[in-house]
């Protein structure tokens, strides 16, 4: 069974930090493409960002680039996301995403097939 458990999440003021983990079982993990999504209250789930089976290719939303750094550890099945100079618009439930198409962050593509619950992120001052 595929799990995707999210972790990290927590109130942090403006400008502040967080890191978020997902760690995921029940398939192969290195054999993924994975993504962080996000979605605030009333609004659809936006996409943050993508990673490559190995790591090297890494893709951004204009709104977090420069902000955010994902990453992954395969040895340990976890996916990370550093958020640094959090504001308030960055304020949602973030979830991670097995990716379907394992060359993503080449061709662009998000679509999923398993997500995590989430972990709840709350930008305020």
């Known amino acids: 069974e595929v799990q995707l458990v999210e972790s990290g999440g927590g109130m942090v003021q403006p400008g502040g930090s967080l890191r978020l983990s997902c760690a995921a079982s029940?398939?192969?993990?290195?054999?993924?493409?994975m993504s962080w999504v996000r979605q605030a209250p009333g609004k659809g789930p936006e996409w943050v960002s993508s990673?490559?089976?190995?790591?090297?290719?890494?893709d951004y939303a204009d709104s977090v680039k420069g902000r955010f750094t994902i990453s992954r550890d395969n040895a340990k099945n976890t996916l990370y996301l550093r958020m640094n100079n959090l504001k308030p618009e960055d304020t949602a439930l973030y979830y991670c995403?097995?990716?379907?198409?394992?060359?993503?962050?080449?061709?662009?593509?998000?679509?999923?097939?398993?997500r995590g619950q989430g972990t709840q992120v709350t930008v305020s001052s």
């Open positions: 995403a097995r990716l379907i198409d394992y060359m993503a962050t080449v061709r662009g593509s998000r679509e999923y097939d398993y």
């Open positions: 029940g398939f192969t993990f290195s054999g993924y493409a």
């Open positions: 990673i490559s089976l190995g790591g090297g290719g890494r």
